[in-house]
C-alpha cells in the first residue's frame, strides 16, 4: 500500500525550532518530488514548500512565507522527508500534511498521495 | 486572500450536476495546465480528484470531471452522491515565486 506517514508535530514556543518527518512506503520514494503542505484550523490549504527527485537535482523550492526559516530535505536510502522549521511564529500553527508530487516532473504540478497530517502549534 | 477564487458554497440534490468555478489569473490557471482539485472530508486529509485540468487519477469516480476556460477552471460533479458533501479546493502552478497556489475552498453540501 502507498503511504506517507507524518510525524514529529507538538507544541513548541514561538522562535523555536521543529523538525518534521515523513516516511514513505509502497513505493520508490527516490522517483518522486515530495511536497509540504499545510493547513491552519479551520482555514484552507497553503503549499509550504517541496523537493524535487535526485533525478532533477534534489534541489529545494518554498513558499514566500516560509522562505528562510523551513528547510526541506530527503533521506532516499530511508525514504523519509523532513521539514524543518526555524524560527517558528504563532502563524504557523497548522496540520501539516506531507504529499507526493504526482509525477516526477521538475515542477510540483499536483499531489496525489496526502499523508494523515500532523498537527504543529506554536504558543508560548 | 486566497490566490485563487472560489465560490463559499454549493449544494445540489441526489443526482444532480453541480459545477465549482475556480478563478485565477494569467499567471496561474491561464498559463499553465496545471490545475488540481481536492475533496476533503472533515477530519481527514486531502484527496486528489483531478490533476493537469482535467485527468482523473486510477480510483476517482468518471462522475468527476475538470476543464479549462482562460483563467477559470471548473469541476463538475455530475450524479450527485451524499458521500460528496466535503470541501473541495483547486490549486495551481504559478510564475510567481510561491510555486502553488491553492483557492479558498467551496463547501458541498448534498441536499
Known amino acids: 500500500e502507498v503511504q506517507l506517514v507524518e510525524s514529529g508535530g507538538g507544541l513548541v514556543q514561538p522562535g523555536r525550532s521543529l523538525r518534521l518527518s515523513c516516511t514513505a512506503s509502497?513505493?520508490?520514494?527516490?522517483?518522486?518530488?515530495m511536497s509540504w503542505v499545510r493547513q491552519a484550523p479551520g482555514k484552507g490549504l497553503e503549499w509550504v514548500g517541496f523537493?524535487?527527485?535526485?533525478?532533477?537535482?534534489?534541489?529545494?523550492e518554498y513558499a514566500a512565507s516560509v522562505k528562510g526559516r523551513f528547510t526541506i530535505s530527503r533521506d532516499d536510502s530511508k525514504s523519509i522527508a523532513y521539514l524543518q522549521m526555524n524560527s517558528l511564529k504563532s502563524e504557523d500553527t497548522a496540520v501539516y500534511y506531507c504529499?507526493?508530487?504526482?509525477?516526477?516532473?521538475?515542477?510540483?504540478?499536483?499531489?496525489?498521495?496526502w499523508g494523515q497530517g500532523t498537527m504543529v502549534t506554536v504558543s508560548s | 486572500q486566497s490566490a485563487l477564487t472560489q465560490p463559499a458554497s454549493v449544494s445540489g440534490s441526489p443526482g444532480q450536476s453541480i459545477t465549482i468555478s475556480c478563478t485565477g489569473t494569467?499567471?496561474?490557471?491561464?498559463?499553465?495546465?496545471?490545475v488540481s482539485w481536492y475533496q476533503q472530508h472533515p477530519g481527514k486529509a486531502p484527496k486528489i480528484m483531478i490533476y493537469?485540468?482535467?485527468n482523473r487519477p486510477s480510483g476517482v469516480s468518471n462522475r468527476f470531471s475538470g476543464s479549462k476556460s482562460g483563467n477559470t477552471a471548473s469541476l463538475t460533479i455530475s450524479g450527485l452522491q451524499a458521500e460528496d458533501e466535503a470541501d473541495y479546493y483547486c490549486?495551481?502552478?504559478?510564475?510567481?515565486?510561491?510555486?502553488?497556489?491553492f483557492g479558498g475552498g467551496t463547501k458541498l453540501t448534498v441536499l
Open positions: 504529499t507526493r508530487v504526482v509525477s516526477g516532473s521538475y515542477s510540483p504540478d499536483a499531489f496525489d498521495i
Open positions: 509502497g513505493f520508490t520514494f527516490g522517483d518522486y518530488a
Open positions: 523537493i524535487r527527485s535526485k533525478a532533477y537535482g534534489g534541489t529545494t
Open positions: 494569467s499567471s496561474d490557471v491561464g498559463g499553465y495546465n496545471y
Open positions: 493537469e485540468v482535467s
Open positions: 490549486s495551481s502552478y504559478t510564475s510567481s515565486s510561491t510555486l502553488v497556489v
